[in-house]
């Protein structure tokens, strides 16, 4: 028993099998040719042997028309003769249906009823260069087609096209807290991906392959994302921004507030280390697994979410530097002062030594020299005088510079 069930199942198998569709139609034939053979038997040369012929004909006709309806019904097709041509083409593998793929679209005419679109397999599919087919049947992935002229099986059917190339993008905004509780707003940020490639290797590039792909970053692109609020697949190109925005927000909740707008001169600026991590492979691996590779990226703004707080550090910051620019002015006051009294040391030092000295030559004449005595001490004299100018010159300076200042305070 078991020898007959394994020859019926191989037989039914072949039987309806894409690879043997000569077979079906040799059966048909041949089931054809049996019917007339039988009324040749029975009923000789009449007019009643042509009923074994066009019965075999009329139940074979009735099946694919009642076949043609229920695919109509379930697709909702108008089109009975693309539908009955669909229906041949999977029977017998003879007229198949056509779509051509180009600019990641399917070129389709407004209006046009294509079979390879709405129902699938069997057809054929001219991809045009920089374009990749993402196929499926109802159970499971089936295959990834490049550019080319490819058929495809029955009960295959089109889940995604997509086109190769380097793609834009962009955040607007969003917002991120610090580790200190501070709402950041993330700004302006700009990139460009690819799908990757098998390897970096420029001699994969061809005209027919101008964009050389992975598979595995197709079917991850492809299957890999994850649903919205709404409950809807996005598109891959928003898994790789949410992949950019994810190591954009952990490094700046990993962060304080001061940290990120004023670093330490001695440690590299947060926005730098931010863009190293975008080299990191360990941090590569979340848009990896979008089925991206990251060409280039511009991190934007980073400013406090609220004007309040900018309004307060800047505020904060003015304090300091009036503070820094009033140590200064103090400094330049002491040195100033300071400078003036070492001047005014020196010159006593000098009238000093000039009164000294001319009390020594006075003291040296022992009156004897009556006219040189009287020199001197006119020496003395204006040595003196020239002290007592001085000190009321400057005396007066100090009156006026505190007038000034006080001045100055009053503004």
Same mark, same amino acid.
């Given at each position: 028993?078991?020898?007959?069930?394994?020859?019926?199942?191989? +037989?039914?198998?072949?039987?309806?099998?894409?690879?043997?569709?000569?077979?079906?139609?040799?059966?048909?034939?041949?089931?054809?040719?049996?019917?007339?053979?039988?009324?040749?038997?029975?009923?000789?040369?009449?007019?009643?042997?042509?009923?074994?012929?066009?019965?075999?004909? @009329?139940?074979?006709?009735?099946?694919?028309?009642?076949?043609?309806?229920?695919?109509?019904?379930?697709?909702? %097709?108008?089109?009975?003769?693309?539908?009955?041509?669909?229906?041949?083409?999977?029977?017998?593998?003879?007229?198949?249906?056509?779509?051509?793929?180009?600019?990641?679209? *399917?070129?389709?005419?407004?209006?046009?009823?294509?079979?390879?679109?709405?129902?699938?397999?069997? /057809?054929?599919?001219?991809?045009?260069?920089?374009?990749?087919?993402? %196929?499926?049947?109802?159970?499971?992935?089936?295959?990834?087609?490049?550019?080319?002229?490819?058929?495809?099986?029955?009960?295959?059917?089109?889940?995604?096209?997509?086109?190769?190339?380097?793609?834009?993008?962009?955040?607007?905004? +969003?917002?991120? !807290?610090?580790?200190?509780?501070?709402?950041?707003?993330?700004?302006?940020?700009?990139?460009?991906?690819?799908?990757?490639?098998?390897?970096?290797?420029?001699?994969?590039?061809?005209?027919?392959?101008?964009?050389? +792909?992975?598979?595995?970053? @197709?079917?991850?692109?492809?299957?890999?994302?994850?649903?919205?609020?709404?409950?809807?697949?996005?598109?891959?190109?928003?898994? @790789?921004?949410?992949?950019?925005?994810?190591?954009?927000?952990?490094?700046?909740?990993?962060?304080?507030?001061?940290?990120?707008?004023?670093?330490?001169?001695?440690?590299?600026?947060?926005?730098?280390?931010?863009? *190293?991590?975008?080299?990191?492979?360990?941090?590569?691996?979340?848009? *990896?697994? !979008?089925?991206?590779?990251?060409?280039?990226?511009?991190?934007?703004?980073?400013?406090?979410?609220?004007?309040?707080?900018?309004?307060?550090? %800047?505020?904060?910051?003015?304090?300091?530097?009036?503070?820094?620019?009033?140590?200064?002015?103090?400094?330049?006051?002491? $040195?100033? @002062?300071?400078?003036? $009294?070492?001047?005014?040391? $020196?010159?006593?030092?000098?009238?000093?030594?000039?009164?000294?000295?001319?009390?020594?030559?006075?003291?040296?004449?022992?009156?004897?020299?009556?006219?040189?005595?009287?020199?001197?001490?006119?020496?003395?004299?204006?040595?003196?005088?020239?002290?007592?100018? $001085?000190?009321?010159?400057?005396?007066?300076?100090?009156?006026?510079?505190?007038?000034?200042?006080?001045? /100055?305070?009053?503004?």
């Amino acid at each position: 028993m078991k020898p007959i069930k394994k020859v019926v199942t191989a +037989f039914v198998e072949g039987f309806f099998s894409e690879k043997n569709p000569v077979l079906r139609f040799v059966f048909l034939f041949a089931g054809l040719l049996c019917s007339a053979g039988i009324g040749w038997i029975l009923e000789g040369a009449t007019p009643a042997f042509a009923i074994y012929i066009i019965l075999p004909l @009329v139940v074979f006709g009735g099946v694919m028309i009642n076949g043609v309806l229920y695919v109509q019904d379930i697709y909702e %097709l108008n089109d009975f003769r693309k539908v009955l041509n669909h229906l041949i083409s999977a029977m017998f593998s003879m007229g198949l249906p056509s779509l051509r793929i180009m600019d990641g679209q *399917k070129d389709i005419a407004h209006g046009e009823i294509n079979i390879v679109d709405r129902i699938g397999g069997p /057809g054929i599919l001219n991809i045009k260069p920089g374009n990749v087919v993402v %196929l499926e049947t109802l159970k499971a992935p089936s295959r990834i087609l490049g550019s080319g002229e490819l058929k495809i099986n029955r009960g295959e059917l089109i889940k995604s096209v997509i086109k190769l190339g380097d793609y834009p993008g962009h955040i607007d905004e +969003f917002n991120v !807290a610090t580790r200190d509780g501070i709402d950041m707003k993330i700004s302006g940020v700009e990139y460009r991906f690819c799908i990757i490639s098998p390897r970096q290797d420029v001699s994969l590039r061809t005209m027919q392959n101008p964009y050389p +792909f992975s598979k595995k970053a @197709v079917y991850n692109l492809v299957y890999n994302r994850n649903a919205g609020a709404d409950g809807k697949i996005g598109e891959w190109s928003e898994a @790789v921004k949410g992949a950019i925005r994810g190591i954009i927000s952990e490094h700046i909740a990993s962060h304080e507030l001061d940290q990120l707008l004023t670093p330490s001169a001695k440690e590299d600026h947060p926005i730098y280390q931010l863009h *190293k991590k975008f080299d990191d492979p360990k941090y590569m691996e979340k848009i *990896k697994s !979008a089925g991206a590779k990251l060409l280039w990226i511009n991190i934007g703004n980073v400013s406090p979410a609220q004007k309040d707080i900018e309004d307060q550090r %800047l505020k904060v910051w003015l304090a300091k530097q009036s503070g820094t620019e009033r140590l200064l002015k103090a400094q330049g006051e002491a $040195e100033k @002062v300071s400078s003036r $009294e070492r001047g005014r040391a $020196e010159s006593q030092t000098v009238l000093l030594r000039s009164i000294a000295q001319a009390l020594q030559e006075t003291d040296s004449g022992n009156g004897n020299d009556k006219a040189k005595t009287a020199k001197n001490l006119w020496n003395i004299v204006l040595a003196r005088t020239a002290q007592i100018l $001085e000190s009321m010159g400057t005396a007066h300076e100090d009156r006026r510079d505190g007038i000034n200042k006080g001045k /100055g305070a009053k503004a």
